[in-house]
């Protein structure tokens, strides 16, 4: 196996090895004394030295407990498929990422400047707290945004070098949409006044110009988020069809960072939707159509869906049912039994008609996340990466028979259906992996009339994943830091039962939403340091054993010119437990 000085060269899937950590980790960095010099203990902290007075036991428990896995990987030539089988013996747990805030990169192609010096910081602290690395949001918009084929990488070329410095890895999300238009978005950003990142300029001149290049609902509105999966061969976005805008896009990506494409960055996430997610835009909350928990619209109005729909009918003898979709199926905001389609009893997705048309509507989206998928092998083929795909959470209404809320997504799974173990029999046909949310949630946590089903809608999506030997990677849904919320990962992280009692495997990863201000205000850091080391433990241990364990107690108080990085004062001092914690000020001169 090639040798590179920092760590193990990845190859294979998303399940394969992850890097042994560096073991530069554990010497003591300049740049990391300069920056807190006041303090030699919070300098050992960020640098990895920390040791408590059993650090020798510590470290040689560290040293057995190495990650070993054994993977068995068949590709075939480009254009062709890839069967991935995978056996992996975890012995050191799940290893954990943290996604960066969606505005690190500003539509101008720049490190915003609230990140500049705060994120080289925050990089150490995640280090030191255990972290393998962390997932960057690539943006169309922003580094396609001076004309096509115009490509900037400058910025995430600077923030893969941060990471680099940091001893940490990148996991890159190629996203084809925009930012501002999903649920969480606004929370994601350090600027919430500026979090809106579109698509490229001339992609939006494009769809002036075609508007059918827009997903459209029943209504009519169309939505600029992402390019319609029904436009995929359309040759009028500025001469090319979206399929080849994302291939040249991501050959591009590996051209400028292709030396670093399975060393520092290790994984890759095809966007293929809103959010990046492989489904519909069917709940809007950015545009003010949609709220929780609203049911959604079914997405197929543009001119090439309803050929398609049309043509879908005709092979079927049944020219009526391809003039549209459900007429009955109403408004973004219903509820299903305020609707004769989704309706408990006697719903017409029962129907003949309902089954014809939901299995049009789900089939085409799972041909575009294949086609997405094929075009990033071909693309990344070699290089090393793991390559996955994102499906959506969406948990309200999925204890309702017709799953409401995820039919119009395109999730063709209801009451006695599976509709993901279609696209896992996908994603296990060219080796890649899945990532899925809802990580923390439980089903009293949400309102009782919404029917929210987080848990179940986990566990089915973790079966289809096992059952095709498909790695999955886990994320949170929204940004918790509290006890609960890391037992609830916790539980999920390292196996459980699925709906039918069958054991299920561990995580293949698992990335923590998001660095924000927040991860170090208060207790946050500590606890978050805690359960990233029982998710590296590989079991699962209770609120009292975690007390005991040997992880400093952290405070940090951070003022809002932290992110700004005038002036560093940190001091160390005592709890009135006699507990050591750092008190952190970024202050403005």
Not at 153 to 162: F, G, P
Not at 186 to 207: N, T, Y
Not at 320 to 338: C, F, I, L, T, V
Not at 496 to 513: C, K, W
Request: contains cysteine.
């Amino acid at each position: 196996m090639a040798k590179r000085q920092g760590g193990t060269r990845r190859t294979g899937g998303m399940g394969s090895t992850r890097t042994t950590r560096r073991k530069e980790r554990t010497g003591t960095r300049s740049h990391t004394a300069m920056l807190f010099s006041a303090s030699k203990w919070t300098s050992r902290l960020l640098s990895g030295t920390f040791k408590t007075k059993e650090e020798d036991r510590v470290e040689d428990k560290s040293a057995r407990e190495e990650e070993v896995v054994e993977r068995k990987q068949s590709h075939v030539s480009a254009g062709s498929t890839a069967q991935q089988n995978t056996r992996v013996v975890r012995q050191t747990g799940v290893p954990v990422y943290v996604m960066l805030p969606l505005d690190t990169v500003s539509p101008d192609g720049t490190i915003t400047a609230k990140h500049a010096k705060a994120l080289g910081v925050g990089l150490k602290a995640l280090r030191a707290a255990g972290v393998e690395g962390v997932m960057v949001d690539i943006w169309w918009g922003v580094v396609e945004r001076d004309g096509p084929k115009k490509y900037d990488w400058s910025a995430y070329k600077r923030i893969l070098q941060m990471v680099k410095d940091a001893g940490l890895t990148m996991q890159a999300v190629m996203s084809f949409h925009a930012c501002g238009c999903n649920v969480g978005d606004q929370r994601g950003v350090l600027q919430p006044d500026k979090q809106h990142i579109p698509l490229p300029s001339w992609v939006l001149e494009a769809m002036n110009d075609d508007p059918d290049l827009m997903f459209t609902d029943r209504w009519g509105y169309r939505n600029p988020e992402c390019i319609s999966l029904f436009a995929h061969d359309s040759p009028t976005v500025a001469g090319r069809t979206p399929i080849e805008c994302y291939r040249d896009f991501m050959a591009s990506f590996k051209m400028a960072l292709g030396g670093e494409l399975g060393w520092t960055v290790t994984d890759i996430s095809i966007g293929c939707g809103p959010c990046g997610e492989l489904r519909y835009p069917s709940y809007p909350e950015g545009s003010g159509r949609w709220r929780f928990p609203g049911i959604g619209e079914f997405m197929c109005y543009d001119k090439r869906a309803l050929i398609g729909l049309a043509s879908a009918a005709s092979e079927v003898g049944r020219g009526e049912w391809g003039s549209g979709g459900p007429h009955d199926a109403g408004s973004y905001n219903d509820w299903p039994d305020n609707t004769g389609f989704f309706a408990t009893t006697q719903g017409n997705w029962e129907s003949e008609y309902g089954d014809f048309f939901l299995k049009w509507y789900s089939g085409e989206l799972i041909s575009h996340g294949e086609r997405m998928v094929e075009n990033a092998f071909n693309v990344f083929a070699g290089t090393g990466v793991h390559l996955s795909i994102k499906l959506a959470g969406v948990h309200w209404w999925y204890n309702c028979r017709s799953h409401a809320a995820e039919l119009a997504a395109g999730y063709y799974n209801t009451y006695g259906r599976d509709g993901y173990d279609a696209i896992a029999e996908m994603c296990a046909k060219w080796g890649v992996g899945l990532n899925f949310t809802c990580m923390e949630m439980q089903d009293h946590e949400h309102p009782f009339e919404a029917q929210c089903g987080p848990e179940g809608l986990l566990r089915q999506v973790r079966a289809a994943a096992a059952r095709h030997s498909v790695p999955l990677a886990g994320e949170n849904a929204l940004t918790r830091f509290d006890s609960e919320a890391y037992n609830r990962i916790l539980q999920n992280a390292h196996g459980g039962l699925d709906n039918y009692g069958i054991p299920l495997p561990p995580l293949a990863s698992f990335t923590f939403l998001r660095l924000l201000p927040e991860l170090f205000e208060g207790w946050n850091l500590t606890e978050f340091m805690k359960f990233v080391n029982r998710m590296a433990d590989g079991d699962q241990v209770t609120d009292k054993m975690s007390a005991a364990m040997d992880v400093p107690n952290v405070r940090m108080t951070i003022d809002e010119s932290w992110l700004e990085g005038d002036t560093e004062e940190p001091k160390e001092s005592l709890n009135a437990s006699g507990q050591r914690f750092v008190l952190f000020k970024f202050s403005r001169r």
